[in-house]
């Protein structure tokens, strides 16, 4: 054996990064978030993209589903029932409930199924899970302004055609804050659910019907008009956070009393789920691998 002996290899250098689980349940790293702010783009971007690929129609789809529904809505709940307002046409009611709901029900529709859903990259690639939720957020609102602008052409047809009168007002700035109060309960909503559907996901086929259940509880289908005589029912409609939001949408484009009140408990309603959300989302993340 040689006297020499090997010298010992060297120490591992010192990590210059630690990847571990957030401690407290609240912690939103906003500059993480922004420094990943590219992965959140690319994500959206497929989120846009692959919706609609390999279909005939391709991206008409997000004006056709709306616009079939509203005409749909409007031959039977509102010349066969009569539930729509006489002061505004049947179409421009259901498309302006419409519109806002599918932002809504799309955004809890796609966020919840965010972790299950993504699993194959979570599992492999780390960056910050909220980057996920977020870009489908985005990539939800492209799709409400594009039936936005299609709402807009209609009333700008009706107004051009009909009897139907419109003009601009103020109360139109409003129309942001109800997109950021509807993205902020949708994604609440959303990452909550998606971090139930980890454990059980039975919940994940109970979401769309859930939703559709919802919509008719809110005034996509009827004014709150025709509430008046049944007490009961109003109030079940006005725990509806939806509710006030779709209504000062109504008022916003067409005139009318925005429901302050209202909005302000939706607004409410949407912080505390969001705050509720990503508590559960971060606990949820600690050991979302050995889950799914």
């Known amino acids: 054996m040689n006297a020499r002996s090997s010298p010992h290899p060297a120490p591992p250098a010192p990590f210059t990064t630690v990847i571990g689980p957030r401690r407290p349940l ?24 692959t919706v609609y690929a390999q279909t005939v129609l391709g991206p008409l789809w997000v004006v056709l589903q709306p616009l079939i529904t509203t005409f749909t809505f409007a031959l039977i709940f509102g010349k066969a029932a009569g539930l729509a307002p006489p002061e505004l046409p049947g179409p421009l009611f259901y498309m302006s409930g419409l519109v806002p709901w599918a932002f809504f029900s799309g955004q809890i529709t796609k966020t919840s199924r965010t972790l299950v859903g993504g699993a194959h990259v979570m599992t492999k690639v780390y960056f910050p899970r909220l980057v996920m939720p977020i870009s489908m957020t985005l990539s939800n609102g492209f799709t409400f302004l594009i039936q936005f602008a299609a709402l807009s052409v209609m009333i700008a047809v009706y107004a051009w055609t009909g009897p139907f009168t419109w003009s601009a007002g103020t109360q139109l700035l409003g129309l942001p804050m109800l997109a950021l109060i509807m993205g902020t309960l949708g994604l609440g909503t959303g990452i909550l659910i998606s971090a139930a559907t980890t454990k059980y996901r039975d919940l994940s086929f109970l979401v769309g019907f859930g939703v559709q259940l919802l919509m008719y509880a809110s005034p996509v289908i009827l004014p709150l008009s025709r509430l008046q005589k049944f007490p009961a029912l109003l109030r079940v409609f006005e725990l509806n956070p939806m509710t006030a939001v779709i209504e000062a949408f109504r008022a916003m484009l067409f005139g009318g009393a925005v429901p302050w009140d209202g909005l302000l408990y939706s607004a409410t309603v949407a912080v505390v789920m ?13 050991s979302f691998a050995d889950i799914v």
């Not at 939103?28 to 992965?39: F, P």
């Open 26 to 49: 609240l912690a939103i790293d906003l500059r993480e978030l922004w420094h990943y702010r590219d992965l959140v783009l690319l994500f959206t971007r497929r989120d846009i993209v």
């Open 274 to 286: 969001l705050l509720v959300g990503v508590m559960t989302f971060n606990k949820v993340e600690r």
